[in-house]
C-alpha cells in the first residue's frame, strides 16, 4: 500500500534552517509529481511546493519563494524540503503529498511539525 | 492566485441531518475542484474530486456538485463520525489554494 512517511521536523531558531524529508513506498515514485502542504497549529490547510515526477518543473508558493527549495532523489524513493531564512509564520505541520495528475492529493503522510521559535 | 471562499465557516448539526457546504472560486475552475475531510490530528482524507466524482471508499452519503465558480459538498444524512473540518481545494492552475475550512460540530 502507499506509504508516505515525513521525517526532520523540529526546533529551530528564526533564520535558521531544516531539512525535511518524506520517504515514499508502495508506488512508483518515478512517475508521480510530489507536493508539500503545511498546517500551521489551528489553521487550514496552505499549498507549499510541487515537484514534478522527472524534477523537470518546480513550482512554490509566494510565501516561501526564494527561501525553500523541493527536490527529490528518485533513486532513493525520497522527497526533500530544504527549508532557509525560516520566519516565527512558517511554524506549522508539513505534510507531503502524492500528485495524482489532476491536481488533487489521495495519499499524504502524517506530517512533521516544524517549530520556528527563539 | 485563486482563491476558495468556503461557507459556511463552522455549522452545528444533528446525526441524520442534510448538511450543505458552499465553495465560491475567485475565478472560474471549470471542475477542477476537490473535497478534503481531516480530523484532528490526523490527515486530510480526499473524499470528492473534479467536482463530482467520489473517491474510493468513501461513503455514498457524501456527494459533489458544481462547475465554473461555485461548488457544493452534501451530506445526505450525517453520521457520527462526520463531524471533521471540511476543505475545497482547486487544481485548475498554481498556485494550488484551499479554502478556509468548514467546521462541522455536533448541535
Known amino acids: 500500500q502507499v506509504q508516505l512517511v515525513e521525517s526532520g521536523g523540529g526546533v529551530v531558531q528564526p533564520g535558521g534552517s531544516l531539512r525535511l524529508s518524506c520517504a515514499a513506498s508502495?508506488?512508483?515514485?518515478?512517475?508521480?509529481?510530489m507536493h508539500w502542504i503545511r498546517q500551521a497549529p489551528g489553521k487550514g490547510l496552505e499549498w507549499v511546493a510541487f515537484i514534478r515526477y522527472d524534477d523537470t518543473t518546480k513550482y512554490y508558493a509566494d510565501s516561501v519563494k526564494g527561501r525553500f527549495i523541493i527536490s527529490r532523489d528518485n533513486s532513493k524513493n525520497t522527497l526533500f524540503l530544504q527549508m532557509n531564512s525560516l520566519r516565527a509564520e512558517d511554524t506549522a505541520v508539513y505534510h507531503c503529498?502524492?500528485?495524482?495528475?489532476?491536481?488533487?492529493?489521495?495519499?499524504w503522510g502524517q506530517g512533521t511539525l516544524v517549530t520556528v521559535s527563539s | 492566485d485563486i482563491q476558495m471562499t468556503q461557507s459556511p465557516s463552522s455549522l452545528s448539526a444533528s446525526v441524520g441531518d442534510r448538511v450543505t457546504i458552499t465553495c465560491r472560486a475567485s475565478q472560474t475552475i471549470t471542475s477542477y475542484l476537490n473535497w478534503y475531510q481531516q480530523t484532528p490530528g490526523k490527515a486530510p482524507k480526499l473524499l470528492i474530486y473534479v467536482a463530482s466524482n467520489l473517491q474510493s471508499g468513501v461513503p455514498l452519503r457524501f456527494s459533489g456538485s458544481g462547475s465554473g465558480t461555485d461548488f457544493t459538498l452534501t451530506i445526505s444524512s450525517l453520521q457520527p463520525e462526520d463531524f471533521a473540518t471540511y476543505y475545497c481545494?482547486?487544481?485548475?492552475?498554481?498556485?494550488?489554494?484551499f479554502g478556509q475550512g468548514t467546521k462541522v460540530e455536533i448541535k
Open positions: 503529498a502524492r500528485d495524482e495528475k489532476l491536481g488533487y492529493f489521495n495519499y
Open positions: 481545494q482547486q487544481s485548475y492552475s498554481t498556485p494550488w489554494t
Open positions: 508502495g508506488f512508483t515514485f518515478t512517475s508521480y509529481g
